[in-house]
């Protein structure tokens, strides 16, 4: 038995994070298609704070999440609502079921429900509440509670089939004599999560609750609340799981998981949301570059998948690549502010554009170009050889540099004198490892860097030759 879904007068949906931490990458990806099916569809997306568990929800958490949300995009269009804020009304709601003898007080400890979970486990039954307390008298109730003996709330589940369709899914079905008694809240003043859900989505007029496929189990009670209250039924539509790489729940022991790890990392918002649009939907053409606009025009829910989406570092990172590349040297190198040294401005553009074709994200900037913003460097003296050149050879091929180098007019050294004049060199050389090499390490201290004559045309001439003759004395 299940009641039909309702016709909403509007599309409108919601994301619910608890701000008991950082916003995870898997709250963030139902944002994201909760975002993408209510632009798509001309509804509203809004934001609602679950933060009845007073113990663990912090304000900084609250702060994380909104602003993680802003920075990838994903703007409300009402909110934030916060259930903390709306005691009254899950109050009303549960005195309606209290007066309906829909639900009841249940005074069992948490010692007597664990040895009756236990019981019921060794002899292969469900654990289910065994409905101790389901037929106390309304006299005896107020009595005890009168005394002030500890209490909770108790849905009287209906013995049913609970049946709904699924968007994603299909038909899903569930025995209510496998779920039992619920609780449904700690006190009139404290309702508990399944409870708290259905009158906010009530309330707020929810056509359809787009999550992840973790909250199955918990749509089944939410739908025999509905009912009991009587409340039109929203459309359900359960994500798959985000997978890291061992195809298990992500989780922290995967590596980061919070959007602000990425965004600290160095991450784009476009490139996040790039990303996520891909795990567990496919627009089902080759294209794989999207906007968010572009995502909201081909978004709908027929082209989520069912199976769990794995988390593909190395995808995030061509992505993040990717945007980079597109972005104006302006731009990146005020992206790139948080990752340098104060310097010039003039400058930390010319460093950022030596490496815009390398950076998979923003932080790489630090360490690629460290040695631009050093006044001496620290390497092994080996790293100046050339395919086992002797001191000598090297110390030779330095020496050349240096001269043909301090030759050059501060007014001509750009990029494109300098490779004319050096390439030439190399070429004369026979090998143009024996003329870039030492040069290259003599200006980075490094095994792997930009081209040498591009760090020389930006070092500039001065710190170019000193840093040749310091090469010099470290090879003798």
Not at 33 to 49: D, P, T
Not at 435 to 446: D, E, N
Request: with cysteine.
């Amino acid at each position: 038995m299940t009641s039909a879904e309702t016709k909403f007068k509007e599309v409108r949906v919601r994301i619910a994070p608890s701000p008991t931490g950082l916003l995870h990458l898997g709250t963030a990806r139902a944002a994201l298609f909760n975002y993408l099916f209510a632009k798509h569809e001309g509804g509203k997306f809004i934001l609602r704070i679950e933060d009845t568990d007073l113990e663990r929800s912090k304000k900084e958490y609250e702060k994380d999440i909104i602003e993680a949300l802003q920075w990838l995009g994903l703007l409300w269009d009402e909110g934030p609502i916060r259930q903390s804020e709306r005691t009254e009304n899950y109050t009303k709601y549960l005195k309606k079921l209290l007066d309906e003898n829909k639900a009841y007080y249940c005074f069992c400890s948490e010692e007597e429900l664990e040895g009756v979970r236990q019981d019921q486990m060794s002899r292969g039954e469900p654990a289910v509440y065994n409905g101790k307390c389901r037929g106390l008298s309304r006299e005896e109730v107020e009595k005890r509670l009168a005394k002030g003996e500890p209490a909770i709330i108790r849905f009287r589940t209906p013995a049913q089939r609970v049946v709904f369709h699924d968007l994603i899914r299909d038909k899903v079905e569930f025995d209510s004599t496998l779920i039992g008694d619920f609780s449904i809240a700690k006190t009139l003043e404290t309702p508990l999560y399944n409870f708290a859900v259905v009158i906010d989505d009530y309330d707020m007029q929810i056509s359809h609750v787009i999550r992840g496929e973790d909250h199955i189990p918990n749509t089944p009670r939410q739908i025999l609340l509905l009912e009991a209250l009587g409340f039109p039924k929203p459309q359900y539509a359960h994500l798959p799981m985000i997978l890291g790489p061992d195809k298990s729940k992500l989780s922290k022991r995967h590596g980061a998981t919070s959007v602000n790890y990425y965004r600290q990392d160095g991450y784009l918002a476009e490139a996040i949301i790039n990303f996520m649009a891909f795990l567990g939907w496919n627009p089902g053409t080759e294209k794989e570059i999207y906007s968010l606009a572009a995502l909201a025009k081909e978004f709908t829910l027929d082209k989520v998948q069912k199976a769990g989406a794995v988390f593909n570092i190395k995808r995030l990172d061509y992505l993040n690549g990717f945007y980079i590349r597109q972005k104006s040297v302006e731009k990146l190198t005020e992206l790139c502010l948080p990752y340098l040294p104060q310097a010039p401005k003039d400058y930390l553009q010319k460093v950022v554009a030596l490496h815009q074709e390398r950076l998979k994200k923003l932080s790489e900037i630090t360490e690629f170009s460290d040695f631009f913003f050093k006044d001496k460097l620290v390497y092994d003296k080996e790293l100046l050889r050339w395919k086992g050149n002797d001191n000598k050879e090297t110390f030779a091929s330095l020496d050349r540099v240096e001269k043909i180098l301090s030759e050059i007019t501060e007014e001509k050294w750009q990029k494109e004198n300098l490779e004319k004049i050096l390439m030439a060199e190399a070429e004369a050389a026979g090998d143009r490892g024996l003329i870039l090499w030492p040069l290259r390490a003599a200006l980075t201290g490094k095994k792997a860097s930009a081209g040498p004559i591009d760090i020389a045309a930006v070092l500039g001439k001065e710190k170019t030759l000193m840093r040749l003759k310091e090469a010099k004395e470290l090879i003798k």
